[in-house]
C-alpha cells in the first residue's frame, strides 16, 4: 500500500480522524512519513467525562490476568504485525524500526535496544509490580483488602485514569506507564510530536492481546489539550525542561520526569584506579546518543579531574555519524535541527566563561554540530570545569555531554544538587553512609554500575504503585 499512513485519535478505544492533521516527516529529507489527527481541548474534555467506564473495563481483570496480558503485548509489540493507522496499514517489526528512526533520528541499532527494553518491562510485570509493591499479594488489589505480616490492609485507587504528556525523545521512556495497565488503571496519552509510533504501537499490541480498547486514550493535540490531560486526570506523568517542570512542581498529582543530572562520583579510596572505570563513564554518559535522563551528565571526583577529562575526550571526541542502519552507530540526529542550534550555542557560550575548557575538542577534528545524510547531530561534549558554580558543571542535554569536576569527597553531597542516579564508586563505609542518608538522590548505585542500568524490580523514576494506590486503615467483621 504506497498511501501515506493516517494515525486517528483513538478517543478513550475509539478511532476517530479529525479535520486538523499534523505532519510526521524524516528528520533527514523531509519526507512525509505520516499524517496525525489532532484533537482540541474542548473534545478531551468531553471524553474525560467517560472515565469511569474506561476503568471498568479493566476492573473486570485480575492482576494476574492483567499480568498474562502484558506478556503477550509485550510479543506482540516486539514480534507482531500490527494495525498501523485509520486507512488498513499495518505495520511489522521492521517498519517501526525504520519509521521511527527517520522521524525521531535515533539509529536502527538504539530504536532495538528501546524494543527490547519494553518487551522486558511487559515480559516481567510480575517482578516489576513486585518491587513497586514490596513483596504485596497483587490479589489484595483485586479485592481491595487483605492481610500482610498478620496485619489487615486496605488499598483503594488514587485516580479513574493516568494522564501521559510523552517526550519525543527516547522510546523506552514508555516503559514507565506500563505498569499501570496491570494496575488496572486506563492511560490518557499525548505523544510526542515526532514519536507517535511507540505509544500508538504499545497500545495497539494492549488491545489485541485483549486488553479492552477503552482502556486507552491517544491524543495528539496541542498545550492547551495537554493541559486538559493533565487537569482532568487525577494523576498525571509530564516530561519536559527544567521550565516546564516548574510549572508543575507544586502539584502531588502530576509526577515530573525532567533533567536528571545524574552522576558518577568517585571516593578517595578509588580515585586512583580511575583508568579502570573510564569504559564505564563513558558508557553512561554516551549510550542512548546521551539522550536519556538517566545519562551521567557530570563526573566527580577529588582529583585527576584533567586526566579524566581527557580520557573520557579520547575516548569520545573522535565519533562521528554513522548512517541510521550502521549496526555501529553511536549519536542519534535531531528532529528539530533548531534545538541542536541551541545546544552547540548554548555551550560554545558558556566556555567563554573562564573556569572550563572542552576537552573533546583536540580529538573531534571538526565542529561539535555536524550535518551528515542530511541530519544535524551534535558529537560527543566533555568539558572540564574548575567548581560546581560554573555554569557548564551541572549541564545536561540531549547528546553525549558531561562536565568533569574536581570536589573534594567531603564536599561532594553538598555539592552536586538533586539527581535522578548517582554511581558512587568508593567502599569508604563513612562515605557510603553519607550517600545512603542523602535525599537528593534518587537512585544510587553502590559501586562500578552504569548509570544506564535499570533494576525491574525497583521503581525506575518515581514509585507507580504508590503514585496510582493509597493504603488506608480498615477493620472488617470477621
Known amino acids: 500500500m504506497n498511501t501515506v499512513p493516517h494515525i486517528p485519535v483513538l478517543r478513550l478505544g475509539r478511532p476517530y480522524e479529525s479535520l486538523d492533521h499534523i505532519q510526521v516527516a524524516d528528520h533527514r529529507n523531509g519526507q512525509l512519513m505520516a499524517t496525525v489527527s489532532t484533537i482540541n481541548a474542548g473534545i478531551i474534555r468531553k471524553d474525560m467525562q467517560k472515565l ?4 471498568a473495563s479493566l476492573k473486570r481483570f485480575s492482576v494476574a490476568q492483567l499480568f498474562d496480558l502484558c506478556a503477550k503485548a ?16 499495518t505495520q511489522s517489526p521492521a517498519e517501526y524500526v525504520s519509521t521511527l528512526s527517520a522521524t525521531s533520528g535515533l539509529p536502527w541499532v538504539m530504536v ?3 524494543m527490547q527494553k519494553i518487551h522486558h518491562a511487559l515480559q516481567e510485570m510480575p517482578t516489576v509490580l513486585n518491587g513497586l509493591t514490596r513483596g504485596l499479594d497483587p490479589a489484595i488489589l483485586d479485592s481491595g ?14 485516580t479513574q485514569a493516568l494522564g501521559l504528556v510523552m517526550p519525543s525523545n527516547s522510546p523506552a521512556v514508555n516503559s514507565l506507564w506500563l505498569p499501570a495497565i496491570a494496575l488496572k488503571t486506563p492511560v490518557v496519552l499525548k505523544p510526542g510530536k515526532e514519536e507517535p509510533w511507540t505509544p500508538f504501537r504499545l497500545i495497539q499490541s494492549f488491545i ?18 495537554a493541559a486538559e490531560i493533565l487537569k482532568s486526570c487525577g494523576r498525571a506523568l509530564i516530561f519536559g525542561d527544567k521550565q516546564t517542570m516548574a510549572q508543575y512542581a507544586n502539584n502531588p498529582a502530576i509526577q515530573l520526569h525532567g533533567p536528571g543530572y545524574s552522576k558518577i562520583l568517585i571516593g578517595d579510596d578509588e580515585i586512583e584506579n580511575w583508568p579502570k572505570y573510564i569504559d564505564l563513564m563513558a558508557a553512561s554518559i554516551a549510550d542512548n546518543g546521551g539522550r536519556s535522563c538517566i545519562n551521567a551528565s557530570a563526573v566527580v571526583v577529588p582529583r585527576y579531574a584533567a586526566e579524566i577529562a581527557d580520557a573520557l575526550a579520547k575516548k569520545l571526541g573522535p565519533i562521528v555519524p554513522l548512517s541510521n542502519e550502521d549496526e555501529n552507530a553511536k549519536l542519534s540526529g535531531f528532529a528539530n535541527p533548531k534545538m541542536a542550534d541551541s545546544i552547540d550555542g548554548a555551550i560554545e557560550q558558556d566556555l567563554k566563561i573562564p573556569g572550563a575548557i572542552d576537552a573533546t575538542a583536540p580529538y573531534r577534528n571538526g565542529p561539535r554540530k555536524v550535518v551528515f545524510h542530511g541530519g544535524t547531530y551534535l558529537r560527543p561534549t566533555i568539558v572540564l570545569c574548575d567548581s560546581f558554580e560554573h555554569p557548564l558543571a551541572n549541564r545536561e542535554f540531549l ?16 555539592q552536586i544538587g538533586p539527581s535522578l542516579v548517582v554511581t558512587a564508586i568508593t567502599r569508604d563505609p563513612t562515605f557510603t553512609a553519607e550517600l545512603l542518608e542523602s535525599s537528593l538522590i534518587e537512585r544510587l548505585n553502590l559501586g562500578p554500575i552504569s548509570t544506564m542500568k535499570i ?11 504508590e503514585f496510582l494506590y493509597r493504603r488506608r486503615s480498615i477493620e472488617r467483621v470477621a
Request: charged share 10%; net charge negative.
Open 74 to 89: 509485550g510479543d506482540l509489540f516486539l514480534n507482531g504485525i500490527l494495525p498501523f493507522g485509520s486507512k488498513g496499514h
Open 145 to 158: 483488602y487483605g492481610v500482610v505480616s498478620g496485619s489487615p490492609c486496605s488499598f483503594y485507587p488514587t
Open 208 to 225: 489485541a492481546a485483549g486488553v479492552p480498547a477503552e482502556a486507552f486514550g491517544f491524543y495528539p493535540t496541542d498545550h492547551e489539550g
Open 399 to 414: 547528546c553525549p555531554y558531561a562536565s568533569v569536576v574536581t570536589v573534594p569527597q567531603s564536599a561532594m553531597l553538598s
Open 112 to 114: 532495538r535496544r528501546n
Open 52 to 55: 469511569g467506564a474506561s476503568r
Open 455 to 465: 533494576s525491574w524490580d525497583q521503581p525506575h523514576e518515581g514509585n507507580m504503585f
